[in-house]
């Protein structure tokens, strides 16, 4: 009877861990290039008075690849990156990949984030444009031209995000793995004048949401239940001596 318990209660762990998830995917749901996080559980077995029992991980985290919607916005400085690539930037934490192309340009010349970060090039170098000449303009494989001339390029990068990657400022990652850059642009590229949303869709989340919840809820009902059988059954057998 103490493995249903268990049971029950690495369940609760599972759900509570995916509430918060679904919760911080909808705060996130109008960050700019923001990609929902998932969690995928896996049975643990285990042998319990002689019998195979099944307890619920913790789960483990990955990042969703699906493409969020591209907004235009017409900013010279707004970039959208196609395909399943990433922006570089160099953050406090280290750098890190990012989908989130709202950039500026410093009176040093220095392109950046909205948070001041540099964006960093193909050879993880900081990218720095003339700040006197303008807004630069974007050939589709991410090169900057100012005066008609190429000035620079965007690095675009690939990365296996699964497990263990850490999140830095609004919806950029670091992964535990190196990212990597894209050598064969085919199918990937960079379009002027977008940003993308984020991937959230808040209907499903808000569906996922009740369901867990209302899942929470049932298997505290079983936990009081079990826990009401187990204390009535110790008062059976003790009356009985």
């Keep these: 009877m103490q493995s249903g318990l268990y049971v029950a209660l690495s369940s609760q762990i599972s759900l ?7 919760a911080d995917n909808l705060a996130n749901m109008n960050t700019v290039g923001f990609r929902a996080t998932q969690l995928k559980f896996d049975d643990v077995m285990t042998k319990a008075d002689g019998a195979s029992v099944a307890y619920v991980s913790e789960g483990a985290e990955y990042v969703s690849t699906r493409n969020g919607g591209l907004t235009q916005t017409k900013n010279p400085l707004d970039f959208a990156t196609k395909g399943d690539t990433w922006f570089s930037i160099e953050t406090p934490k280290g750098p890190a990949i990012t989908r989130d192309g709202r ?48 000035v620079a390029a965007l690095g675009l990068f690939e ?33 002027q004048g977008f940003v993308e949303q984020a991937n959230v869709n808040p209907i499903e989340q808000m569906t996922q949401l009740i369901t867990v919840s209302r899942a929470f809820e049932n298997v505290t009902q079983l936990m009081r239940d079990s826990e009401t059988s187990l204390t009535d059954a110790i008062k059976t057998l003790g009356g009985a001596n």
């Design 16 to 22: 509570e861990r995916r509430m918060t998830t679904i």
């Design 103 to 150: 950039f500026s340009i410093l009176d040093t010349g220095a392109l950046v984030t909205l948070e001041g970060y540099p964006v960093l090039d193909a050879g993880g170098g900081p990218i720095n444009l003339d700040p006197n000449a303008g807004p630069p303009n974007l050939s589709q494989d991410g090169t900057l031209y100012q005066n008609e001339r190429p």
């Design 159 to 191: 990365a296996e995000i699964g497990a263990n990657f850490t999140r830095a400022g609004n919806s950029a990652i670091i992964p535990a793995q190196e990212p990597q850059p894209v050598v064969d642009r085919a199918g990937a590229g960079v379009v």
